[in-house]
């Protein structure tokens, strides 16, 4: 792509002991369990993610993931997932945005 971004694609299943933050060479598709309390997944940052896109997914029955952006602010509109459910997360360049399945 014209930005150089380059993109692991796959899978990846993580368990959390704090906040965690993305990096664009992470699996792009990701199981995040938060591990007993709630917890923010920090996005990479914007400029450097044009047409970037992660689908995570909670598995948790108990605590909920807070997508935040590259400098640990809440998304417009707000980035939570859930008790058990899954988002997509794509980058415009300029902005991340949670869409909802």
Known sequence: ????????????VLT????HTLTNQDA??????????????IMPLESASQGSFFFISNPSSSNKLVIKD???????????IGTEKQF?????GTAWQVIAP
């Open 28 to 41: 792009q598709f990701l199981s995040i369990n938060p591990n007993g309390s709630d917890r923010d997944i």
């Open 1 to 12: 792509p014209e930005n150089g971004l380059r993109v692991r694609l796959g899978y990846s």
């Open 70 to 80: 590259s400098s640990g602010s809440a998304l417009s509109p707000a980035g939570e």
């Open 16 to 19: 959390l002991t704090g906040n």
């Open 88 to 92: 997509f997360v794509v980058c415009d």
